[in-house]
């Protein structure tokens, strides 16, 4: 087994395999912290490890409830958490855009910055926006257009607290002011303190569904926070906020990101190193229930087919057959009586007694599932040539008609039948087959019945089924024929 496993692992597409997981793992780990809802991933991490170790103890019981009930809740997760699920998607093309980030140089930065605290001292709230690779239109609503050149005296007359849109947000995008008075989505998580207002959640809100850079100033406490993926910042000068921005700025104009530093740098490490660990768990785990060998005992039906026509089996024949399967667990699973059955090739049978054997080639066992024995494992079958005859079709009347009436004719559609025998069942001659029988003393006046054909033992229909039988009987007064 573990050489077997040590085979599986070291290959080329395994490697790829347990890489591409790794990294899918960390980036939706990455995502949901940044929205504040790392403990889903969590959760789901959970899940998968009770289900790799009920597979490895052969649980039957776990391992049917995950195999039966994972498709709901797949379906389940897309519906509650699409909006995470969307975010992540856009994250992983957002790399791929690129946008102009703001002008060179910090003169922009330093009027945001100066804006910024005059607005925390004087005191008078406000919300300032700067986008970054994901698109915002989604998240913003109302708003007014402006597309303005920045200045101190313009940013501090749209936050004054008699402008109509004073309590929306200020978009800041490719040195320019783009617009106004814009609503951001409330955050959904809990991390902010009681005491932060509405502000800061559409600030923590707008943060956490982007990667956007939202400042926000607070009228009460007179105070300047930063949001940005989703974490809340306090900003103590002027130099902090031209920082943040132009970092921002060089950050979200690159294709790739940006290198970090120090003890992110090695956290960052960690976590990919613990993401590569729990694929190797989780994928050994998925790779050695599939690799465990199991047995099982069915009840499959046989098939006879290709029985040249001028050919027909005598004597009885079995219908089903016990077979004993072995193989690995995952193809095992699907294995049922209802997808496998013995066929039973007679294309090349001659007559005389022939004995054919149950094998995998005829079970049409899937590669690595074998067949360890079956009862019975061989068929005997009595194979006789036949011959196609047409033969006519005589109605089988009993008794006579009422007192005074005599059968005058008696027709029959079909006239003839085609029929399927035995070539040494004894003379051909004369051969013809009967209706059911047709009681007389039953009969009033001229009628048409139809009736079913009785067949010599041991012969059949050339077209099955038998067609039925026509018979049309016409009745006249015995005192006019005698006439």
């Given at each position: 087994?573990?050489?077997?496993?040590?085979?599986?692992?070291?290959?080329?597409?395994?490697?790829?395999?347990?890489?591409?997981?790794?990294?899918?793992?960390?980036?939706?780990?990455?995502?949901?912290?940044?929205?504040?809802?790392?403990?889903?991933?969590?959760?789901?991490?959970?899940?998968?490890l009770v289900y790799v170790a009920a597979n490895l103890l052969g649980l039957e019981g776990i391992t049917w409830?995950?195999?039966?009930?994972?498709?709901?809740?797949?379906?389940?997760?897309?519906?509650?958490?699409q909006p995470e699920i969307r975010k992540m998607l856009e994250s992983s093309v957002s790399p791929a855009r690129?946008?102009?980030?703001?002008?060179?140089?910090?003169?922009?930065?330093?009027?945001?910055?100066?804006?910024?605290?005059?607005?925390?001292?004087?005191?008078?709230?406000?919300?300032?926006?700067?986008?970054?690779?994901?698109?915002?239109?989604?998240?913003?609503?109302?708003?007014?257009?402006?597309?303005?050149?920045?200045?101190?005296?313009?940013?501090?007359?749209?936050?004054?607290?008699?402008?109509?849109?004073?309590?929306?947000?200020?978009?800041?995008?490719?040195?320019?002011?783009?617009?106004?008075?814009?609503?951001?989505?409330?955050?959904?998580?809990?991390?902010?303190?009681?005491?932060?207002?509405?502000?800061?959640?559409?600030?923590?809100?707008?943060?956490?569904?982007?990667?956007?850079?939202?400042?926000?100033?607070?009228?009460?406490?007179?105070?300047?926070?930063?949001?940005?993926?989703?974490?809340?910042?306090?900003?103590?000068?002027?130099?902090?906020?031209?920082?943040?921005?132009?970092?921002?700025?060089?950050?979200?104009?690159?294709?790739?990101?940006?290198?970090?530093?120090?003890?992110?740098?090695?956290?960052?490490?960690?976590?990919?190193?613990?993401?590569?660990?729990?694929?190797?768990?989780?994928?050994?785990?998925?790779?050695?229930?599939?690799?465990?060998?199991?047995?099982?005992?069915?009840?499959?039906?046989?098939?006879?087919?290709?029985?040249?026509?001028?050919?027909?089996?005598?004597?009885?024949?079995?219908?089903?057959?016990?077979?004993?399967?072995?193989?690995?667990?995952?193809?095992?699973?699907?294995?049922?009586?209802?997808?496998?059955?013995?066929?039973?090739?007679?294309?090349?049978?001659?007559?005389?007694?022939?004995?054919?054997?149950?094998?995998?080639?005829?079970?049409?066992?899937?590669?690595?599932?074998?067949?360890?024995?079956?009862?019975?494992?061989?068929?005997?079958?009595?194979?006789?040539?036949?011959?196609?005859?047409?033969?006519?079709?005589?109605?089988?009347?009993?008794?006579?008609?009422?007192?005074?009436?005599?059968?005058?004719?008696?027709?029959?559609?079909?006239?003839?039948?085609?029929?399927?025998?035995?070539?040494?069942?004894?003379?051909?001659?004369?051969?013809?087959?009967?209706?059911?029988?047709?009681?007389?003393?039953?009969?009033?006046?001229?009628?048409?019945?139809?009736?079913?054909?009785?067949?010599?033992?041991?012969?059949?229909?050339?077209?099955?089924?038998?067609?039925?039988?026509?018979?049309?009987?016409?009745?006249?007064?015995?005192?006019?024929?005698?006439?």
């Amino acid at each position: 087994m573990i050489t077997s496993f040590l085979h599986n692992i070291l290959g080329w597409r395994p490697l790829i395999d347990i890489t591409l997981i790794t990294l899918g793992m960390f980036f939706v780990y990455h995502t949901l912290r940044r929205l504040g809802t790392w403990k889903i991933f969590l959760g789901m991490v959970m899940a998968m490890l009770v289900y790799v170790a009920a597979n490895l103890l052969g649980l039957e019981g776990i391992t049917w409830i995950f195999s039966n009930l994972s498709h709901v809740a797949l379906i389940g997760i897309i519906i509650i958490f699409q909006p995470e699920i969307r975010k992540m998607l856009e994250s992983s093309v957002s790399p791929a855009r690129r946008e102009q980030g703001g002008p060179d140089g910090e003169e922009l930065p330093l009027l945001i910055a100066d804006s910024l605290f005059s607005l925390a001292q004087n005191p008078c709230g406000a919300i300032m926006v700067f986008p970054g690779r994901d698109p915002l239109e989604r998240f913003l609503t109302g708003g007014i257009s402006l597309n303005a050149d920045p200045s101190q005296e313009l940013i501090l007359s749209i936050f004054d607290t008699h402008s109509p849109g004073h309590d929306g947000a200020l978009l800041i995008r490719d040195g320019r002011l783009a617009g106004y008075g814009f609503r951001l989505p409330i955050s959904k998580s809990s991390r902010l303190p009681r005491e932060m207002g509405t502000r800061h959640h559409a600030g923590m809100g707008l943060s956490e569904t982007t990667d956007a850079l939202v400042f926000v100033v607070s009228e009460e406490r007179k105070t300047v926070t930063c949001f940005k993926n989703g974490k809340p910042t306090p900003v103590m000068n002027r130099q902090e906020a031209v920082e943040l921005i132009t970092g921002h700025w060089d950050a979200t104009a690159s294709y790739l990101p940006q290198q970090e530093k120090g003890a992110k740098k090695w956290a960052t490490s960690l976590e990919l190193v613990a993401a590569f660990i729990l694929t190797i768990f989780i994928w050994s785990g998925v790779v050695i229930g599939r690799m465990e060998i199991v047995e099982k005992g069915l009840v499959t039906p046989i098939v006879y087919v290709s029985l040249p026509s001028n050919n027909a089996l005598a004597g009885a024949k079995p219908t089903e057959t016990r077979v004993h399967l072995a193989g690995p667990k995952s193809q095992m699973d699907g294995m049922t009586a209802e997808n496998l059955r013995v066929r039973i090739d007679l294309s090349n049978a001659k007559p005389g007694k022939q004995t054919f054997f149950v094998s995998r080639e005829n079970l049409n066992l899937p590669k690595k599932v074998d067949l360890l024995d079956a009862d019975p494992s061989e068929i005997n079958l009595a194979i006789e040539e036949t011959v196609d005859i047409e033969v006519p079709v005589t109605p089988q009347l009993v008794g006579q008609p009422r007192q005074g009436m005599v059968v005058a004719e008696v027709a029959v559609k079909p006239q003839k039948v085609r029929v399927v025998m035995k070539k040494g069942d004894g003379a051909l001659e004369g051969l013809s087959v009967t209706t059911t029988p047709i009681y007389l003393d039953s009969l009033s006046s001229s009628t048409t019945l139809l009736c079913k054909i009785i067949a010599p033992p041991g012969s059949q229909p050339s077209d099955k089924p038998w067609p039925d039988v026509e018979v049309q009987i016409r009745l006249t007064p015995a005192n006019k024929t005698a006439e």
